[in-house]
């Protein structure tokens, strides 16, 4: 109980930004997360007890998924009195929230007039919200209270509607409805309070847990301070090189960049973990087989050599579960993500251009998930930002200017080097492999036309030399050619070349854009840019974890 009152005091009281030594930038406080409840009985019989344990017990599991952030809740259920409101009024009165304000309520209201304020749905005082909303908005074949209900909430709780392994859910349930919506659900056996979860699209326990995650990420202090300050240099000098006031930029450095330096920093750390573990893994996996066929043919006589191939086939297994367990990869996909989000965001909001959440197009499907940690991480760094950094009265020639060198000059850059970088090491990847697997075939031939194997006044025949490469350097290839392929060099050098085309094109029109409207909407497909191609990033990258082959 001593945890649960803990875990309840966390998600009520924000955290201070974290404290730093002298001469340095604080880091920038935790995210908070609203936990969006949708509670819907369809059972009127059931037992007290056991419902509300349940329920409690799901709220438990869901602060210790957020231990780590400050979170609210929020309850959605339907204004017509029932027994949600029963239960809901149980579980206020409950011990669970002594020390915490409690959650939000809204009651769902569905009619074409304003609910009679006097027809209150509950029995005692309880404060509440009401929204009210139109049946024909609703999915046909459902009930609309339910709809709006479900999709408002990011988690379902129902209450007898018990179709546990069902393969098909009948026409109008709430399952249904929440598989539609892609919301997860919980159901709760009415008579003995029983559960069973429903994931459906949105494994919104998933994103909770990698939000909580990113909020527990430590970065050093010295390293976060000297790129902060290295990230507003750049942007200061960017602004005077424009002639625009750096005032204007002031707010956004308090709010949006410190996140963003410190979401940039984590994506690094974790690309050098991946990248380090995926070279180990790879290039170990070859000095495995050139260890026991150096054993075999030089040294049989020592049988304990062996032993090292047993240390680097562990070391591999290790690195790999290492790599799984600790999430590099996902970490650095997502992380990066996040940061370049936070850019274009940074940007946009200057002149009050909406950074827009991503969407999923059909051929992205894999990029997103509804309810993804980066989409609500996304909202809650956005709002952090002071309502009055975004304006329009700043003058025109200087805001453009510094869009065009401190945003889009930049990226085209980045973009450009990213890509000869990419060509240019699979080009070397490439003509290394080639080279190895041509000395084998020489060294093959050799072996199979008996050249040097008359040669004896050697302290190691050839023949047994010959022999030990021909059979290590086929492993050494493949290693540099499985670097190589998950690296996705090649495709990476197309889509920067892609990329860049498109952004040298943007950065021409932005030259010559005479106004703040044409501004706007070359900005906006600026970031549509830069959004399509770090989606279409994270989908390639999705499937190229650390794998022993």
């Given amino acids: 109980m001593q945890a649960d009152t803990e875990n309840r005091n966390n998600r009520q009281t924000p955290a201070e930004p974290t404290s730093s030594p002298a001469n340095s930038i604080s880091l920038p406080a935790p995210l908070a997360a609203s936990v969006q409840v949708g509670l819907i009985v369809t059972e009127h019989h059931f037992t007290a007890g056991a419902v509300l344990e349940a329920i409690k017990n799901v709220l438990l599991r869901l602060d210790t998924i957020l231990a780590g952030t400050p979170h609210t809740y929020q309850f ?10 029963i239960i809901l009024e149980a579980l206020l009165a409950d011990s669970i929230w002594e020390g915490t304000a409690p959650p939000e309520i809204i009651l769902i209201h569905c009619g074409e007039s304003e609910p009679d304020d006097s027809l209150c749905p509950f029995e005692g005082d309880v404060d509440h919200g009401i929204r009210t909303i139109h049946e024909e908005d609703a999915a046909p074949g459902y009930n609309p209270v339910h709809d709006a209900i ?30 539609n919506h892609g ?14 979860e429903l994931p459906h699209d949105d494994m919104i326990f998933d994103s909770f847990a990698q939000l909580n995650q990113y909020n527990s990420e430590e970065v050093n202090h010295s390293e976060y301070t000297a790129a902060y300050r290295r990230y507003t240099t750049s942007l200061r000098e960017e602004a005077e090189k424009a002639m625009l006031n750096d005032d204007i930029l002031e707010p956004i450095y308090g709010s949006l960049l410190p996140y963003f330096t410190r979401t940039r920093l984590l994506a690094k750390k974790y690309q050098r973990l991946h990248t380090l573990t995926g070279t180990c893994v790879s290039l170990l996996a070859a000095l495995a087989v050139a260890t026991i066929t150096f054993q075999t043919l030089f040294l049989p006589e020592m049988p304990w050599l062996v032993w090292v191939e047993v240390f680097e086939i562990s070391l591999i297994i290790s690195l790999m579960y290492a790599s799984r367990h600790w999430d590099f990869h996902r970490r650095w996909i ?4 996040l940061a370049e989000r936070l850019r274009a965001g940074f940007f946009l909001c200057i002149i009050c251009i909406q950074c827009e959440k991503p969407d999923t ?5 894999m990029a997103h998930r509804p309810n993804d940690w980066i989409v ?8 952090t930002r002071p309502i009055y950094c975004c304006r329009l009265d700043i003058p025109y020639v200087p805001i453009k200017k510094f869009f ?20 240019r090491t699979y080009t070397m990847l490439t003509y290394a492999g080639v080279t190895i697997f041509s000395i084998t075939l020489i060294l093959a031939v050799f072996h199979a036309t008996g050249i040097g194997h008359w040669e004896t006044d050697y302290p190691f025949r050839v023949p047994m030399l010959m022999a030990f490469f021909t059979i290590t350097l086929p492993a050494v290839g493949s290693a540099i050619a499985a670097l190589r392929l998950q690296r996705e060099y090649q495709r990476n050098a197309e889509r920067y070349a892609h990329t860049v085309r498109h952004i040298t094109a943007i950065r021409n029109q932005i030259q010559h854009a005479k106004n703040m409207k044409y501004l706007c909407e070359f900005l906006e497909e600026m970031n549509e840019v830069t959004l399509r191609e770090q989606q279409d990033w994270r989908i390639i990258f999705r499937f190229r974890q650390v794998e022993a082959v």
């Avoid at 339907?78 to 409101?85: D, F, K, L, S, T």
């Avoid at 546990?164 to 709430?174: C, K, Q």
């Avoid at 919301?183 to 069973?196: D, E």
């Avoid at 197009?361 to 499907?365: A, G, V």
Wanted: with cysteine; glycine share 6%.
């Fill in 76 to 85: 959605f259920l339907p204004h017509q009195a029932g027994p949600e409101h």
């Fill in 376 to 383: 609500m991480a996304f909202e809650e760094i956005i709002a």
């Fill in 150 to 179: 479900i999709d408002w909430c990011t988690l379902v709780l129902i209450i007898g509607e018990w179709e546990p392994g069902a393969a098909l859910y009948r026409p109008g349930s709430v399952f249904d409805l929440a598989r």
């Fill in 361 to 365: 197009p059909p051929y992205m499907s």
């Fill in 404 to 423: 065009w060198s401190a945003w889009i000059t930049n990226r085209l850059s980045f973009y450009e080097q990213a890509g000869k970088s990419a060509r």
């Fill in 334 to 337: 997502d992380y990066n993500f």
């Fill in 183 to 196: 919301r997860t659900i919980i159901a709760v056996n009415p008579v003995n309070g029983s559960q069973y």
